[in-house]
C-alpha cells in the first residue's frame, strides 16, 4: 500500500514535470476550480493517478443469495439492492453472515487507515461501520465468506454480497478526486477509464474535450459511460489523446469534474521489449565492468530484472542496481525506461562468459545476453 501511494506520487510528479514542462504544478490554477477537487479543507487524501480501483463486484452475487444486509437502524434490517443511494453524512452499518468474512470497500477508506471506519467480526455476522460518510466514500461495498485450513484462507464463492453505494451530496455532484488534475493513460490493446464518477445515479454525463472546446460524442459502443466507472474507452487510439473532463446534471446547476489529461502510450504492451550492451566486450583482468539491460515500456508497468552472470555459482560480488524513470517521446507520448546495470570490479578468468538479463512484466519476460571475453 505505501509502495504504491510513493510510486503514485513519483508518477504524478514525473509525469506532471514531462506533461506541463513550462507550467510548473504549483502556479497552476484552473479558471474554474473543478468540482470534485476535494476542498483544501479536508486533507484526507493524498494526489494519486488513476487508482481508483475498486474492487470487482461479484457476480455470483446474482446467482445466489447475498449474505449481506443493511443495517437501517435499530431492530430493521434490508438486503441492500445491487445499487442504492444514501445521503453523504449519515452512517452506514452492513452485516455479512458468517464466522469469517472478509470485506472490500471503496480504496480511499484504506488510504490513511480512515478512522471513520470500523470492521467487527462477531460470532456469526461480521460489521462494517462507516460514520460521517462523505461523496468521496462513494464506491462498491462486498463481503465474503473464507473457508480456512489452517492459515490459509480462501474465499468461498457461493457466500458473498455487495452494493454499489451512492452517497449523494448536494455539493458534490461528482465523487471527489484529490486534484485538479489526474493523468489517464492509453493504451491500443485494452480499455481506458477516465474515471468521473457520479454521486447521483441518474446524472446526464457528458465528456468534454478542452481544445478545441467539443463535446465528444459517446457512441454506445467505443465510447460509454459506466456510472460506477466513468468513461470507459474501450479500444483507445492516439486521437483520444488530450485534456478532457465530464460534465454533470442533475437537478440543478451543471458541474464540471476535475480535468483529465490523456496520454497515449506508444508501446504496446506485451512482454518487456529489452536490450543489453557491456560496457567493453573484452576485458583484461583488474578492470571493472558493467553490463546495462534496458527495457522501454509503458510507464504504468513495472518491470522486474533478474541477471544470470558467470561468476554466480562461485558466489562473485556483484552489484545491481535497479532504476527507472519517465522520458517524454513528445506530445502526449510518455514512455517508461527501466534499466538494470550489474557491475564486476576486478575482472577475473571466472566473471568471463554469458551475461543474461531477463526482463519480465506481468505480460511475459525476455532474455538478452551479452558475451564479454577475457583477453
Ligand atoms: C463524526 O462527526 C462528528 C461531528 O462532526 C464528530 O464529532 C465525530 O468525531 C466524527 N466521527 C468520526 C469517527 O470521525
Ligand atoms: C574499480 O572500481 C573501484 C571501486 O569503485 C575503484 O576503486 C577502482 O579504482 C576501479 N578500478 C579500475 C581499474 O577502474
Ligand atoms: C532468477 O532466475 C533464476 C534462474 O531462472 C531463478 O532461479 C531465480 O529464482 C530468479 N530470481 C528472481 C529474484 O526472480
Known amino acids: 500500500m505505501k509502495f504504491w501511494l510513493l510510486l503514485s506520487l513519483f508518477l504524478l510528479h514525473e509525469a506532471l514535470q514531462n506533461v506541463m514542462g513550462q507550467h510548473p504544478p504549483k502556479n497552476k490554477r484552473p479558471k474554474e476550480p473543478a468540482e470534485n477537487k476535494i476542498k483544501p479543507a479536508i486533507k484526507r487524501f493524498k494526489p494519486k493517478i488513476t487508482k481508483m480501483k475498486e474492487r470487482e463486484p461479484t457476480d455470483s452475487a446474482s ?23 444514501l445521503a453523504a453524512g449519515q452512517s452506514l452499518e452492513l452485516r455479512c453472515k458468517g464466522n469469517k468474512i472478509g470485506w472490500g470497500y471503496p480504496s ?6 480512515d ?12 460489521q462494517l461501520t462507516l460514520m460521517n460518510t462523505t461523496a468521496a466514500d462513494t464506491g462498491e461495498f462486498s463481503c465474503w465468506s473464507k473457508s480456512c485450513d489452517g492459515p490459509e484462507c480462501q474465499k468461498d464463492e457461493s457466500k458473498t454480497g455487495s452494493t454499489y453505494i451512492f452517497f449523494t451530496d448536494k455539493g458534490e455532484l461528482f465523487v471527489p478526486s484529490s486534484s485538479y488534475f489526474e493523468i489517464v493513460y492509453l493504451s491500443p490493446d485494452k480499455p481506458t477509464v477516465v ?11 457528458t465528456l468534454h474535450r478542452e481544445f478545441p472546446a467539443e463535446e465528444i460524442k459517446t457512441d454506445g459502443t467505443n465510447i460509454v459511460y459506466d456510472v460506477k466507472r466513468g468513461f470507459v474507452y474501450q479500444q483507445p487510439t492516439a486521437d483520444h ?23 497515449y502510450v506508444e508501446v504496446p504492451s506485451g512482454p518487456p521489449s529489452a536490450t543489453i550492451a557491456a560496457s567493453s566486450s573484452r576485458v583484461k583482468g583488474g578492470e571493472n565492468i558493467s553490463v546495462v539491460c534496458t527495457v522501454l515500456g509503458e510507464p504504468d508497468v513495472e518491470v522486474k530484472f533478474n541477471w544470470t552472470y558467470p561468476g554466480q555459482e562461485y558466489q562473485r560480488p556483484v552489484t545491481i542496481q535497479n532504476t527507472w524513470r519517465l522520458v517524454d517521446r513528445g506530445v502526449g507520448h510518455t514512455t517508461r525506461l527501466s534499466k538494470s ?20 512484466n506481468l505480460r511475459g519476460q525476455t532474455t538478452v545476453t551479452a558475451l564479454v571475453a577475457h583477453f
Not at 63 to 85: C, E, H, N, W, Y
Not at 195 to 205: G, I, L, M, Q
Not at 249 to 260: D, L, T, V, W
Not at 341 to 360: K, L, M, R, S
Open 115 to 126: 478512522s471513520r471506519l470500523s470492521i467487527k467480526q462477531n460470532e456469526k455476522y461480521s
Open 195 to 205: 474515471p468521473c464518477r457520479v454521486t447521483v445515479p441518474s446524472a446526464k454525463v
Open 241 to 263: 489523446k488530450g485534456i478532457v473532463y465530464c460534465r454533470a446534471e442533475a437537478r440543478g446547476a451543471p458541474k464540471i469534474s476535475i480535468k483529465y489529461h490523456l496520454l
Open 63 to 85: 446467482k445466489t443469495p447475498s449474505i449481506m444486509t443493511q443495517v437501517l437502524d435499530k431492530g430493521r434490517f434490508q438486503k441492500p439492492a445491487a445499487m442504492m443511494s
Open 341 to 360: 546495470v550489474i557491475g564486476v570490479e576486478d575482472f577475473e578468468t571466472i566473471d568471463a562468459g554469458y551475461y543474461i538479463c531477463v526482463a519480465q
Open 108 to 113: 480511499v477508506l484504506d488510504t490513511f487507515k
